[in-house]
């Protein structure tokens, strides 16, 4: 079996040279296969790189300038869907993990890991599993939490309702609503009044923040 070949992006020099400079030193197992410092920059050379070289496994800052490490995962998932991405960043709220596995992000770590773990974590993804740092993972068993006790108040909701709610915040009119569900535009109507009534708001505008709030639809 080859060493995995990994590619970083990071746009602190001192970061990715640190990172680099562990990579090598685990070149029992690891390649290492490039660097860049931003997510263009890092997208355009594993295009032009020949496939026999392309990395297996990309080390992904979240913030960068020119293109951030959630649109470069997203194309990077679009046009190479056999590379694994690995989020490594300081970042450890919920929104930005959920984006990063949103685009197809299969790691997520902190950049407080030592050597092992960058290498269990490189293993680990590079044989199709998922990996997160302990403090991820108690990051989302802490959302999951969350939305539970969320959900628990919306649970008076019907599965109906709950899919006339997320047509409704995907801007879909009365009409686009009944021909996607099958039902009449007068059965819709009574269905948004009824989300109207049990959620306690008075608009379609409200429905939408309580959606949100609640996180009963994915808006990013």
Same mark, same amino acid.
């Given at each position: 079996?080859?060493?995995?070949?990994?590619?970083?992006? =990071?746009?602190?020099?001192?970061?990715?040279?640190?990172?680099?400079?562990?990579?090598?030193?685990?070149? &029992? /197992?690891?390649?290492?296969?490039?660097?860049?410092? =931003?997510?263009?920059?890092?997208?355009?050379?594993?295009?032009? *790189?020949?496939?026999? =070289?392309?990395?297996?496994?990309?080390?992904?800052?979240?913030?960068?300038?020119? *293109?951030?490490?959630?649109?470069?995962?997203?194309?990077?998932?679009?046009?190479?869907?056999?590379?694994?991405?690995?989020?490594?960043?300081?970042?450890?709220?919920?929104?930005?993990?959920?984006?990063?596995?949103?685009?197809?992000?299969?790691?997520?770590?902190?950049?407080?890991?030592?050597?092992?773990?960058?290498?269990?974590?490189?293993?680990?993804?590079?044989?199709?599993? &998922?990996?997160?740092?302990?403090?991820?993972?108690?990051?989302?068993?802490?959302? *999951?939490?969350?939305?539970?006790?969320?959900?628990?108040?919306?649970?008076?909701?019907?599965?109906?309702?709950?899919?006339?709610?997320?047509?409704?915040?995907?801007?879909? /009119?009365?009409?686009?609503?009944?021909? =996607?569900?099958?039902?009449?535009?007068?059965?819709?109507?009574?269905?948004?009044?009824?989300?109207?009534?049990?959620?306690?708001?008075?608009?379609?505008?409200?429905?939408?923040?309580?959606?949100?709030?609640?996180?009963?639809?994915?808006?990013?």
């Amino acid at each position: 079996m080859g060493r995995i070949r990994v590619f970083v992006m =990071d746009d602190h020099k001192l970061v990715r040279e640190g990172i680099i400079y562990l990579l090598k030193e685990l070149n &029992t /197992s690891i390649h290492f296969a490039g660097s860049a410092s =931003d997510g263009k920059e890092g997208f355009d050379k594993i295009t032009s *790189m020949d496939k026999p =070289d392309k990395p297996e496994v990309v080390l992904m800052d979240i913030n960068m300038p020119e *293109m951030n490490g959630i649109e470069c995962t997203a194309l990077l998932t679009k046009h190479y869907p056999e590379i694994k991405v690995i989020a490594l960043t300081m970042l450890k709220n919920s929104s930005h993990i959920k984006r990063m596995l949103k685009e197809g992000a299969v790691g997520y770590l902190l950049k407080d890991c030592d050597r092992l773990e960058l290498k269990r974590a490189i293993h680990a993804v590079h044989e199709g599993e &998922t990996y997160f740092s302990p403090a991820v993972a108690q990051e989302i068993m802490n959302h *999951m939490t969350r939305l539970k006790k969320d959900k628990d108040t919306t649970a008076n909701l019907s599965s109906r309702e709950l899919e006339v709610l997320n047509l409704v915040v995907a801007d879909n /009119s009365n009409q686009e609503i009944a021909d =996607d569900l099958n039902i009449s535009v007068r059965t819709v109507e009574t269905h948004k009044q009824n989300l109207l009534a049990k959620t306690g708001t008075k608009s379609v505008a409200g429905l939408v923040v309580y959606a949100i709030k609640n996180d009963l639809v994915d808006i990013y």
